[in-house]
């Protein structure tokens, strides 16, 4: 059976195809072609609205932007992947004003003009290259791109002091506008990523510094397996996860369960066991990170099998966000040769990542489709997982 391959296509390429496009839709050029990658996370699951540590990076797969100013006060979007184009005026956007796909677009236009950035009316046509509901951070690459397509047109220039901005507004659109409460770890990561590194996010201390991740020169391969089941982080299993570790975490008495370093005292103090199951997972998680830096820092990328295997478990069983299919996407890669596997993102579907000698990454991938196959499941789809750069202008 063969293996659906999900191809990020050639940037420069995509970025050619897509200013063609706007120019069959408005009749001139548009003045610049953006990109915003899709982002998985390595470990450190559900941590960033916990305090915690997340080990992000960018994917080859993005979601392109052509821009063109207009002269009236109009924002008009036209997406490849969406029959019907749709247009607003700047100041009806908001919270309470959009739905759907459009709410990522005109809510980070809303969020950067409140952030006093001088945003004006506005042409986008929109290609996205990461499969939607994969959880692979579709909607941080379609606002990261839109982000910067509308800083450019504002005249802003693309420093240190603006992707902060952008990341904010980002993150504003999508809990304010979208209605998903996400806690910055996408948004961050498609910003400020750099190839052949992972991007370490502390959400206690707020710092990030790159940390060098290149599989490859290990021998290695990292599959990304998209179960195809719909991952939306506004279905409401996501918000209740959040809400459930703000309440163990008050019961605690911190601010984050990060804080938590003494499951014993916690587990005497927290009568209540879905809370206790929530907590292990982020305690435990968090120390999963910190020893997966030092494998990556130290050379020794196999320790990282173990670490995935560990964090899938906690994640199906204490924080209880996985779903049939991604337990047999992990569960079949290792039997197949995986040094291990997780799913990765908010989960109740979406995606799993595999380690996997690189010799042996066409077998797991035709093992996974043949398991899905058996179970009368849709195909997964394969992504290649190569660290890749952040947001940045392409023409």
């Known amino acids: 059976m063969p293996v659906d391959l999900v191809d990020p296509g050639h940037p420069d390429a995509v970025a050619a195809d897509l200013a063609a496009a706007f120019v069959a839709e408005h009749g001139r050029a548009p003045d610049g072609v953006f990109v915003a990658p899709g982002r998985v996370n390595l470990i450190g699951e559900h941590l960033d609205y916990n305090g915690g540590r997340c080990l992000p990076f960018a994917l080859p797969h993005g979601t392109y932007a052509a821009a063109g100013r207009r002269d009236d006060d109009q924002v008009t979007a036209r997406s490849l992947q969406v029959d019907k184009p749709w247009s607003a005026r700047l100041g009806d956007l908001g919270p309470g004003s959009l739905s759907g796909w459009v709410a990522y677009v005109g809510g980070v236009v809303w969020a950067l003009r409140e952030d006093g950035v001088d945003v004006p009316g506005l042409d986008l046509v929109l290609d996205s290259r990461v499969p939607l509901g994969s959880g692979l951070s579709s909607s941080a690459a379609l606002e990261c791109a839109v982000a910067m397509a509308a800083c450019a047109a504002a005249g802003a220039e693309w420093d240190g002091a603006l992707k902060e901005r952008v990341v904010a507004a980002c993150i504003r659109a999508e809990n304010e506008v979208a209605g998903a409460a996400t806690g910055g770890l996408?948004?961050?990561?498609?910003?400020?990523?750099?190839?052949?590194?992972?991007?370490?996010?502390?959400?206690?201390?707020?710092?990030?510094?790159?940390?060098?991740?290149?599989?490859?020169?290990?021998?290695?391969?990292?599959?990304?397996?998209?179960?195809?089941?719909?991952?939306?982080?506004?279905?409401?299993?996501?918000?209740?996860?959040?809400?459930?570790?703000?309440?163990?975490?008050?019961?605690?008495?911190?601010?984050?369960?990060?804080?938590?370093?003494?499951?014993?005292?916690?587990?005497?103090?927290?009568?209540?066991?879905?809370?206790?199951?929530?907590?292990?997972?982020?305690?435990?998680?968090?120390?999963?990170?910190?020893?997966?830096?030092?494998?990556?820092?130290?050379?020794?990328?196999?320790?990282?099998?173990?670490?995935?295997?560990?964090?899938?478990?906690?994640?199906?069983?204490?924080?209880?966000?996985?779903?049939?299919?991604?337990?047999?996407?992990?569960?079949?890669?290792?039997?197949?040769?995986?040094?291990?596997?997780?799913?990765?993102?908010?989960?109740?579907?979406?995606?799993?990542?595999?380690?996997?000698?690189?010799?042996?990454?066409?077998?797991?991938?035709?093992?996974?489709?043949?398991?899905?196959?058996?179970?009368?499941?849709?195909?997964?789809?394969?992504?290649?997982?190569?660290?890749?750069?952040?947001?940045?202008?392409?023409?």
């Open 186 to 395: 996408d948004q961050t990561v498609a910003v400020h990523a750099e190839p052949e590194h992972a991007l370490l996010l502390d959400f206690g201390d707020g710092t990030r510094r790159q940390v060098p991740w290149d599989p490859e020169q290990s021998g290695l391969s990292l599959l990304i397996l998209d179960t195809r089941v719909h991952h939306q982080l506004s279905d409401g299993g996501y918000g209740d996860r959040r809400t459930e570790c703000e309440t163990a975490a008050r019961a605690l008495g911190v601010d984050h369960l990060a804080s938590v370093t003494d499951l014993a005292d916690a587990s005497a103090r927290l009568h209540d066991d879905l809370l206790l199951r929530r907590t292990r997972h982020v305690v435990t998680e968090n120390a999963r990170v910190t020893d997966a830096v030092a494998a990556l820092e130290s050379g020794d990328l196999a320790a990282l099998g173990p670490l995935f295997d560990a964090s899938h478990a906690s994640l199906r069983d204490d924080f209880a966000v996985s779903c049939e299919e991604l337990d047999v996407a992990c569960a079949v890669a290792f039997e197949t040769g995986a040094l291990g596997a997780r799913m990765t993102g908010g989960g109740f579907g979406g995606s799993a990542i595999a380690l996997v000698p690189s010799e042996r990454d066409d077998a797991v991938a035709a093992a996974v489709t043949a398991a899905f196959a058996e179970r009368g499941w849709r195909a997964p789809g394969v992504l290649p997982g190569r660290p890749s750069p952040g947001a940045r202008r392409l023409r």
